[in-house]
């Protein structure tokens, strides 16, 4: 009896070291970059008063097999503008969008050593930037900057999986966030 116990005890933990290996990528597997661009793609923090520029996130996996971006929590700030004050205070300028129209690219398979863009402009018009496969916004209209000191951040977590049956991972809240200059 005592053997079988030690046996049945031997084989559960052996299960259980299985079902962990098969949970998919684990930071840092999945990596982020969150940058603001010009609109010819060039990294910056500082712009001309007027222009344009883009947000561009995105979602890294390093790992040597494909994942499934599952989502992201609090998308309604995403990209949300706001503008410093002398004193530090925050003035919500806005954000470059209505609403999110397909969940921030949900279920999007990520090759391994791929990245998946979420990119945006400040200012949106017709046919000017964008398609459906990096754009999962609805974007509004919205006004070019004053010259200022300028933050844009968000906070969030994000859910993956390593196919489409296996479990959820889901990381620890993370905060992103810049500082940009409009001069």
């Known amino acids: 009896m005592r053997n079988s116990a030690l ?8 299960i259980a070291c299985k079902d962990d290996d098969d949970k998919g990528p684990q930071p840092p597997d999945i990596t982020y970059d969150f940058k603001l661009l010009k609109m010819d793609g060039t990294p910056a923090t500082t712009f001309t008063e007027g222009e344009n520029f ?16 599952k989502g992201m929590e609090n998308t309604y700030d995403v990209f949300r503008v706001f503008r410093l004050g002398s004193d530090n205070s925050l003035d919500d300028v806005g954000k470059p969008y209505q609403t999110t129209c397909d969940r921030i690219r949900a279920y999007d398979r990520i090759a391994a050593s791929d990245t998946l ?6 200012q949106s018009f017709p046919g000017e930037y964008g398609s459906s496969a990096t754009l999962p916004f609805c974007p509004r209209q919205t ?40 001069e």
């Open 7 to 14: 046996l049945l005890i031997t084989f559960l933990l052996f």
């Open 54 to 69: 883009i947000f561009s996130f995105r979602i890294i996996n390093a790992s040597s097999y494909d994942v499934i971006f």
């Open 117 to 122: 863009f979420i990119e945006l402009p400040w």
């Open 143 to 182: 006004n070019p900057l004053p010259a200022g000191e300028y933050y844009t951040g968000f906070i969030t977590r994000f859910a993956f999986a390593a196919g489409d049956t296996a479990p959820d991972h889901i990381t620890p809240v993370t905060e992103f966030g810049l500082r940009f200059d409009v």
